[in-house]
């Protein structure tokens, strides 16, 4: 997974703000994945996106959330007017070549919300 | 399949014996299929995958073996060793969509 950044590891927000995660994926690659994964549980998907377009965004909730991936600058994954239901690890992924199927995806660090 | 909001099984083997970690997928139409180790504290880490025309395939150590007649997916591990302590993920996913289904996971626990 070394290559893929995501930023800040740790975020901490009270319930009704707004929380914004960051990930660059590996040098070169145009396409991210984002995961929501609560704890002791799997990796759930949440979205797929290439550079300026949305390809999949079926497991994204409908209210509250949003993802982007700017044509310059990282992936940013929202999530306005936090509640306590939000807190969890949040994951972005890389995938082998850029927008293959049929390749593993290589995993940033994840950054932990936590709402208080 | 989808996680389900239930504790981690946990399986635990003593160092040098062989690990054997089982996955039920959820959808006959999968048809590539992926294990993942993840480390406390960090991201999933590709292991190794597998096609469904395949029934088995072999890396470093490791061994996934696919029976899609049970929809059954296995991780073997020979020779565990420590570092090997990890919550294991198996992951589908259907050709021609992007989305990717992770299963519950199974922590596992290298006994000294």
């Known amino acids: 997974n070394a290559g893929v950044m995501q930023n800040p590891r740790h975020l901490v927000r009270r319930r009704g703000q707004e929380a914004r995660l960051r990930c660059s994926p590996m040098k070169g690659h145009s396409h991210v994945y984002w995961y929501r994964q609560l704890p002791e549980e799997g990796l759930k998907f949440m979205v797929y996106l290439q550079k300026e377009n949305i390809i999949d965004e079926s497991g994204m909730p409908k209210e509250r959330f949003s993802a982007e991936f700017p044509k310059e600058g990282p992936s940013i994954l929202r999530i306005q007017q936090v509640v306590r239901g939000d807190s969890a690890a949040y994951f972005c992924?890389?995938?082998?070549?850029?927008?293959?199927?049929?390749?593993?995806?290589?995993f940033g660090p994840g950054t932990r919300l936590t709402v208080l | 399949g989808e996680s389900v909001g239930l504790h981690l099984p946990t399986l635990s083997v003593q160092e040098g014996d062989n690990s054997i970690i089982n996955c039920a997928y959820s959808n006959s139409a999968s048809d590539y299929f992926i294990w993942y180790k993840q480390e406390s504290g960090k991201g999933p880490q590709f292991i190794i995958d597998i096609r469904s025309n395949m029934d088995k395939r072999q890396g470093q150590r490791v061994t996934v073996l696919l029976n899609k007649t049970v929809k059954h997916l296995s991780l073997q591990i020979a020779a565990t060793q420590p570092g090997d302590s990890a919550v294991y993920f198996c992951?589908?996913?259907?050709?021609?969509?992007?989305?990717?289904?992770f299963g519950t996971g199974t922590r596992l626990k290298v006994l000294a």
């Open positions: 992924a890389s995938p082998g070549t850029s927008g293959s199927l049929y390749n593993e995806q290589f």
């Open positions: 992951a589908e996913n259907t050709s021609g969509t992007y989305k990717y289904i």
